[in-house]
């Protein structure tokens, strides 16, 4: 089935990876979720934001190449429902850009240092 931009679907979510969650829609097509589609807020922990198996409303983003790409903050309205329901995972979710900005920051930095660190055993 061909999906346009806009357009909201259903599906269950297949398999989640570091970077997103695939979903197998209603007519047998998959799209991906990037994380940064997920929420809002920061979602620092994927997979104790959503995990395979869940429904899921998205709206199409995307279907360049004849990937189909989806977004659970592309509608406010019927995505903060889901957010709401999941909102005990991502208790610690900034809501204000200066708190989301930090946050960013130290989870980076907390990357930076892991990275180093093996870097440095690898030596």
């Known amino acids: ?4 931009v806009g357009e909201t679907v259903k599906g269950t979510v297949s398999g989640v990876t570091d970077f997103g ?3 197998l ?22 997979r104790s934001f959503i995990k395979k198996g869940d429904n ?5 983003i995307s279907t ?3 990937k189909l790409a989806l977004s ?18 991502n208790k610690s979710a900034p809501t204000d ?3 989301m900005l930090s946050s960013f920051k130290t989870a980076s930095d907390e990357k ?12």
Do not use: P, Q
Request: hydrophobic content about 35%.
């Open 97 to 99: 850009f200066e708190s």
């Open 25 to 46: 829609l209603e007519d047998g097509s998959v799209g991906m979720i990037h994380i940064s589609k997920l929420s809002i807020g920061f979602v620092s922990d994927i």
């Open 112 to 123: 930076f240092a892991s990275m180093n660190k093996a870097r440095k055993r690898r030596k």
């Open 56 to 60: 899921v409303e998205a709206t199409v």
């Open 1 to 4: 089935m061909a999906y346009s």
């Open 21 to 23: 969650a695939f979903v």
């Open 72 to 89: 659970l903050i592309g509608d406010t309205t019927k995505k903060r429902e889901h957010n709401e329901r999941h909102a005990s995972h």
């Open 64 to 66: 360049e190449n004849g």
